[in-house]
Antibody, heavy 120, light 107 residues
Framework: EVQLVESGGGLVQPGRSMKLSCAAS????????MAWVCQAPKKGLEWVAT????????YYRDSVKGRFTISRDNAKSTLYLQMDSLRSEDTATYYC?????????????WGPGTMVTVSS | DIQMTQSPASLSASLGETVTIECRAS??????LAWYQQKPGKSPQLLIY???SLHTGVPSRFSGSGSGTQYSLKINSLQSEDVASYFC?????????FGAGTKLELK
């Protein structure tokens, strides 16, 4: 059974950092591109970042470029999102999502999400 | 960025009814479109990819169609478990973008 379990969310002050993790199981992690997608409270979905199956390529939305870093450890089947210089507008539930096999841009499996609240 | 305009924002329908949700892209996305269902307090689940391909395990009452800039999701014979929010997503180009969502309720 495919499982994605996020962790690391919580309350953080503006300007500080936070690192999210996503533990994957039930599939061959290093065969899949992975992504983070966020959803502000009562709002829609926003793609945040994608990393290729081998970690060689990364892509970000403009609003997080230079502040967020997506990475992965294939030996541990774990995806990460390092979030620096956090802003109030980064407050959201962050979902770890698996890209479809072959690297297509849609997401065929999502974790339950972890909430990040940026507030003083 | 490619803008995705989704309509309606909310929809009320009766059990057994057929409902249609539309998504319009700001430019041609060449069928690079997916639909997701999100129930309250849960993560999204993939329904349709490549505009009209049904994801594994999704009931056949869900279908997708469209091309170019205009796409739609149709739910035949609405069931109570279909009460949810629905989102479209384009993956033709970065940044991937989603529609604002359609909240489907029972009448």
């Amino acid at each position: 059974e495919v499982q994605l379990v996020e962790s690391g969310g919580g309350l953080v002050q503006p300007g500080r950092s936070m690192k999210l993790s996503c533990a994957a199981s039930g599939f061959t992690f290093n065969n899949y591109d992975m992504a983070w997608v966020c959803q502000a409270p009562k709002k829609g979905l926003e793609w945040v970042a994608t990393i290729s199956y081998d970690g060689s390529s990364t892509y970000y939305r403009d609003s997080v470029k230079g502040r967020f870093t997506i990475s992965r450890d294939n030996a541990k089947s774990t995806l990460y999102l390092q979030m620096d210089s956090l802003r109030s507008e980064d407050t959201a539930t962050y979902y770890c999502a698996r890209h479809s096999y072959g690297g297509y841009g849609y997401f065929d499996f999502w974790g339950p999400g972890t909430m990040v609240t940026v507030s003083s | 960025d490619i803008q995705m305009t989704q309509s309606p924002a909310s929809l009320s329908a009766s059990l057994g009814e057929t409902v249609t949700i539309e998504c319009r892209a700001s430019e041609d996305i060449y069928n690079g479109l997916a639909w997701y269902q999100q129930k309250p307090g849960k993560s999204p689940q993939l329904l349709i990819y490549n505009a009209n391909s049904l994801h594994t395990g999704v009931p056949s009452r869900f279908s997708g169609s469209g091309s170019g800039t205009q796409y739609s999701l149709k739910i035949n014979s609405l069931q109570s478990e279909d009460v949810a929010s629905y989102f479209c997503q384009q993956y033709y180009d970065y940044p991937y973008t989603f529609g604002a969502g359609t909240k489907l309720e029972l009448k």
